[in-house]
């Protein structure tokens, strides 16, 4: 098979998984724009580095691992940071994200008692349960997205959930974790 044959194959693969990458890009962010532009620059790295990826049946948590790497180098400023400009006026890159379509769908899908209870959570508890529960990692994927020993994700996921249970227990909200 060609090289050119093998990346387009690589490529077709990786596109499946954009939801995925869509997804967490806009949770690391939290800015629609920049949310994009490191899908891109993870896509862009990930077939940079094809030949990395050892078993095609796990590319959606190696894609989560490089865009996690890609994240981090971004935020050390080893990406200049750009400015968008909205209505004439430029505004930080990092401003709150309009609503997309899946905001709208979270928005609509989560009460605001478990939307508070996931804000409320340290980050790295947070991404561990979202990439879990919603993205569905195994806990091997999530601790290579996370750069962490799968026994500190297993404790992550089970101090999120305690934590968000307790939150609406407290809160009255209807409970089924």
């Known amino acids: 098979m060609s090289h050119t044959r093998v990346k387009r194959g690589f490529i077709e693969r990786a596109l499946g998984h954009l939801?995925?990458?869509?997804?967490?890009?806009?949770?690391?962010?939290?800015?629609?724009?920049?949310?994009?532009?490191l899908v891109q620059d993870t896509l862009a790295r990930a077939l940079e580095r094809s030949g990395e990826l050892r078993d095609p049946e796990r590319m959606r948590g190696w894609l989560i691992s490089v865009q996690r790497t890609v994240h981090l180098n971004g935020r050390r400023g080893l990406r200049p940071k750009l400015e968008v400009l909205a209505g004439g006026l430029a505004a930080p890159a990092d401003a709150p994200a309009e609503a997309t379509p899946e905001t709208a769908l979270l928005d609509a899908t989560l009460s605001d008692e478990l939307a508070a209870a996931l804000d409320a959570l340290p980050r790295e508890w947070r991404e561990a349960l979202w990439l879990r529960e919603v993205e569905e990692l195994s806990y091997e994927e999530?601790?290579?997205?996370?750069?962490?020993?799968?026994?500190?994700?297993?404790?992550?996921?089970?101090?999120?959930r305690s934590a968000v249970h307790e939150r609406l227990v407290r809160e009255g909200e209807r409970v089924d974790l």
């Open 142 to 160: 999530i601790a290579r997205a996370q750069g962490c020993p799968v026994g500190t994700v297993r404790s992550r996921l089970a101090r999120a």
């Open 19 to 37: 939801p995925a990458l869509r997804r967490r890009g806009q949770r690391l962010t939290r800015n629609a724009a920049d949310a994009e532009d």
